[in-house]
């Protein structure tokens, strides 16, 4: 069950420690104080840009339903919207990692705090054409 990987990748990767520097693993990417895994990936919209929006929704709802068993373990989410995150980069600040870089992609994500540590779920898609993907973040890094 996609549900079940899913919930196992973010266990695996709440139970990692982070790396001393950036760098890729076969679940995504990690860094000084964070992980990223890419859960899913979509097909791209090149050939077929009028179905971006429904595999959208469906990314939406994929997110959703994980956000529901996250929400058993620790409650309900804060909704965080990284678009003032995006704006404060495009202006110059420094911004700590991950969230600089999910603002780039991401417009929002459910956020939870357990174990001194935050994660997160968010739907990335860098440009129309471009594929979606659910993403899962675990950080020790306090969002901006």
């Given at each position: 069950m996609t549900t079940a990987r899913h919930l196992a990748t973010i266990d695996l990767l709440r139970s990692r420690p982070f790396p001393g520097q950036r760098g890729r693993?076969?679940?995504?990417?990690?860094?000084?104080?964070?992980?990223?895994?890419?859960?899913?990936?979509?097909?791209?919209?090149?050939?077929?840009?009028?179905?971006?929006e429904e595999v959208a929704e469906?990314?939406?709802?994929?997110?959703?339903?994980l956000a529901a068993c996250l929400s058993e373990r620790w409650g309900e989410p804060q909704v965080f919207?990284?678009?003032?995150v995006f704006l404060r980069g495009a202006r110059g600040e420094e911004l700590p990692e991950?969230?600089?870089g999910l603002a780039a992609h991401v417009p929002d994500v459910h956020l939870w705090r357990a174990?001194?540590?935050?994660?997160?779920?968010?739907?990335?898609?860098?440009?129309?054409?471009?594929?979606?993907?659910?993403?899962?973040?675990?950080?020790?890094?306090?969002?901006?």
């Open positions: 693993s076969d679940a995504g990417g990690s860094g000084p104080g964070y992980h990223v895994a890419e859960l899913a990936t979509s097909e791209d919209f090149w050939e077929d840009p009028g179905r971006a469906q990314y939406e709802a994929e997110r959703d339903a919207a990284l678009w003032s991950p969230w600089g174990d001194g540590r935050w994660i997160a779920l968010g739907v990335s898609q860098w440009d129309r054409e471009l594929p979606y993907q659910l993403l899962a973040v675990v950080t020790e890094t306090d969002p901006p």
